[in-house]
């Protein structure tokens, strides 16, 4: 089974500024990497799929990157609604399918 | 407008059952592969279950194999899961969530996500 390991559990940013979320697999998942925004008391959102492609309605400002075991979500200007926990699920090799323990973005 | 709604949460004691249900509407249920996806409290996510769309296709994680059990109704745009053998570590709340897969022009595929999430449904176990 594949273990998803991602960085750092917890990093704090100043509204406007860049945040960059790190996910690492355990063995490759090729580009089979998608990325959720949980915010406190809802369900999760599906923000990237394919590790680079935003899902419908999700703004510009979210991006993603990498394949085979290393991964980024970058966050370019963050705005007051995009602190929140984000997860990183890899679909690869499924069943199952993993998910990373997440990273809480908070207000510095 | 596309909704997944959980219900048949609640409080049950070890060693109980409990069968939630997800409704969807909005979209071609039928059409879609369907997960449950649970979240301990203060917890991280965990994904529970998979099913087809006919629903000839299940799959369990291991650490609910063998006591949890996915089914649909495609008449009635129904996704369940009977769960059974209730331990306090099952304890959480259990999302339903639909999966899509995303092509190019060409047919590509893309990639694949759980793109649609119910607002969950809270599962305590406990005497």
């Known amino acids: 089974e594949i273990v998803m390991t991602q960085s750092p559990a917890t990093l704090s940013v100043s509204p406007g500024e860049r945040a960059t979320l790190s996910c690492r697999a355990s063995q490759s998942v090729s580009s089979n990497l998608a990325w959720y925004q949980q915010r406190p008391g809802q369900a999760p959102r599906l923000l990237i799929y394919g590790a680079s492609s935003r899902a419908t309605g999700i703004p510009a400002r979210f991006s993603g990157s990498g394949s085979g075991t290393e991964f980024t979500l970058t966050i370019s200007s963050l705005q007051s609604e995009d602190f929140a926990v984000y997860y990183c699920q890899e679909y690869n090799n499924w069943p199952p399918w993993t998910f990373g323990q997440g990273t809480k973005v908070e207000v510095k | 407008e596309l909704q997944l709604v959980e219900f048949g949460g609640g409080l049950v004691q070890p060693g109980g059952s409990l069968r939630l249900s997800c409704a969807a509407s909005g979209f071609t249920f039928s059409s879609y592969e369907m997960n449950w996806v649970r979240q301990a409290p203060g917890k991280g996510l965990e994904w529970v279950s998979y099913i087809s769309s006919s629903g000839n296709t299940k799959y369990n994680a291991d650490s609910v194999k063998g006591r949890f059990t996915i089914s649909r109704d495609n008449a009635k745009n129904s996704l369940y899961l009977q769960m059974s053998s209730l331990r306090a570590e099952d304890t959480a709340v259990y999302y339903c969530?639909?999966?899509?897969?995303?092509?190019?022009?060409?047919?590509?595929?893309?990639?694949?996500?759980?793109?649609?999430w119910g607002q969950g449904t809270l599962v305590t176990v406990s005497s």
């Open positions: 969530a639909r999966n899509v897969d995303y092509y190019d022009r060409s047919g590509y595929k893309l990639g694949s996500g759980f793109d649609y």
